[in-house]
C-alpha cells in the first residue's frame, strides 16, 4: 500500500473509531482513559510490555480527546496533567 492511499484509525470527539487520510499526532489508551504525546516515555514502556497496543487510540489533536472524555499523561503532560487535576480536585468539569 502506497503512503497516498494508506489510511489510519483515529478516535472521534464522541468516542467512535473513523478513518483517516491523516495520521493522529495524539495517543490514548481506551482502558485508562488517559491520552498523551505519541514519543511519551510511559507509553512506550508499556507498549514494550505487550498488552497495551490493544487498548491503543490515537486521536488528530488534543482538544478531540479531551471532548471523547481522556485525561492529559502525567508523564508527557506534566502541566496539562496538573491544570486536569486542580480542576477534578475542586470538582469542575475535566479542561485542561
Not at 468516542?15 to 495520521?23: C, F
Not at 504525546?37 to 487498548?55: E, S, W
Given at each position: 500500500?502506497?503512503d497516498?492511499?494508506?489510511?489510519?484509525?483515529?478516535?472521534?470527539?464522541?468516542?467512535?473509531?473513523?478513518?483517516?487520510?491523516?495520521?493522529g499526532?495524539?495517543?490514548?489508551?481506551?482502558?485508562?482513559?488517559?491520552?498523551?504525546?505519541?514519543?511519551?516515555?510511559?507509553?512506550?514502556?508499556?507498549?514494550?510490555?505487550?498488552?497495551?497496543?490493544?487498548?491503543?487510540?490515537?486521536?488528530?489533536?488534543?482538544?478531540?480527546?479531551?471532548?471523547?472524555?481522556?485525561?492529559?499523561?502525567?508523564?508527557?503532560?506534566?502541566?496539562?496533567?496538573?491544570?486536569?487535576?486542580?480542576?477534578?480536585?475542586?470538582?469542575?468539569?475535566?479542561?485542561?
Open positions: 500500500m502506497s497516498a492511499t494508506k489510511t489510519y484509525t483515529l478516535l472521534g470527539a464522541d468516542g467512535r473509531p473513523y478513518r483517516s487520510a491523516v495520521k499526532l495524539w495517543g490514548g489508551h481506551c482502558g485508562s482513559k488517559i491520552y498523551g504525546r505519541l514519543d511519551c516515555p510511559a507509553a512506550l514502556r508499556a507498549i514494550a510490555c505487550g498488552d497495551y497496543v490493544k487498548h491503543r487510540v490515537f486521536f488528530p489533536d488534543e482538544a478531540t480527546a479531551v471532548a471523547a472524555g481522556f485525561r492529559p499523561c502525567g508523564a508527557c503532560c506534566r502541566d496539562r496533567y496538573q491544570t486536569w487535576k486542580t480542576t477534578w480536585e475542586n470538582g469542575e468539569r475535566c479542561k485542561p
